[in-house]
Structure formats: C-alpha cells, structure tokens
C-alpha cells in the first residue's frame, strides 16, 4: 500500500471535532489527495447532539471503518477504535492509537473512575464549557503539552459524552492487544509520563505493537508536535506490514 492511495479514518479527542483531523492531514491531502474521513463524534457536534450509547458508537466507528485501509485515534478516539476493532475484527486491518489508555483490571478501579466521571460532567454542566475547559488543562494530564486548540461545543452534550466514553466503561484491553491480527502504531508524547508508562507496558507485553514516543510533546502529540506526528505515521503506513515477534 502506498499512502498516497490510502483511505483513512480519524478520530478526535474529548472536546475535539473532525476539524481537528482536517487540520492535521491538510498538509498531505494538498500533496497527495489521500481520502481521510474525520467525522465528529457523538455529543461534539455544533448544533448539539447528543451522545449516542457505547455501543451504538462502537457500531457506528465500524461501519465507517469497514474497506479503509487504516483508522487512526487520539486519546477517548483512540480507545473507541480498540473497542469497536475488539467488537467488529473484520471492520478493521491497521490502526493508529495516540495517547490510548489500557483500561483498567480491577471493576473497582473502573466503577470509581465512572464516578470520577460523572463528578467531572455535572462540573461541565454547571459552571459551563469555558470555566471547564480552564479547570481541565490543568490537570496533570495535560503537564508537558502546548496549549491546546480553542473548544467549542454544548456542556451537556459533552457531559454526556464524559460518561458515556469513559474510561470506566472502557474494558482492559491487554488481551485485545496481545491477540489482535490488527496492524498497530502505538503513539504517545514524550512528556507525558503516565503514558509513555502504558507505552513501555505495551512493548514488553505485545511485541508485534509499534511502539514510538514523539520527542517534544505531551498528550495532545499531534497538536504539539504535528510534523513529527505525521512523520511517524506516514513511515508506519509505508513499512513492512510485519513486525517480527
């Protein structure tokens, strides 16, 4: 395969849209005219719409990734692709996962991070999306990153977003990733440290991951670091489609 006839699908982060995806892969569309497809998740869109189940939107995320050639995820986008890839195998052959979270073993750690959760979208539809959105980059989280693009979007709709996609509903996918037939680049910043951590667990636990760190960046890689960003992929996309065990 080469990219330049590669049909992709990309998808965002909490608070994010599809034209976060357009931005990145502007540079490329100009040069090469790859069909990439960045639509806007659930509960994101402007007018507001409401967050669709887990399960719908797995299903969905799978009916636009069936024929693609690779399907590409940032942070909450990149642990609904492992999901709905976990869901629907034959949907899927390559996938890019930027800062994805594992999930957790233990159903207490995930019913104490839906409660987290929960906390954190009635704050959203309480005090609203710009006093939020200047509580939520401060959280360790984000140390390390450039600031982030401007967000837009409806407080309730993303609330329900928060608890609908969270981490909490999110299985432990180590299994998945250690059993997969999927292609996989797994992507994290350099400067975030929880998820280099989960980066370093996935290299020694599924050795037929692609496991590559971007210098400079934080969680948002691709907002901080994007050339690098794209240079990591577009080498993956055009490598060997085996990796040696």
Known sequence: MTFSKSRGLWL?????????????????CRETGPEILCPTLPGHGLPPEPAAS?????DRIASLAAGRDWAAGYSMGARLLMMAAARHPEAFSTLILESAALGFADPDTRKARRELDAERA???RNEGLNAFTDWWYTLPLWQGSTPPP???GDPEALANALTSFSTGNQPDMRTWLRSTSCRILWLA????R?????AKEVERTAPRVYVHLIPDAGHNAHHDQPGRWRDAVHTFLNSSPQKEQ
């Open 12 to 28: 965002h982060g909490f608070l994010g849209s599809g034209r976060e995806g357009e931005g990145l892969f502007s540079p490329w």
């Open 54 to 58: 887990l399960t719908v939107t797995l």
């Open 150 to 152: 401007e967000r837009q």
């Open 194 to 198: 929880a998820y280099v951590d989960q």
């Open 122 to 124: 009635g704050r959203l």
């Open 189 to 192: 910043g350099e400067r975030d």
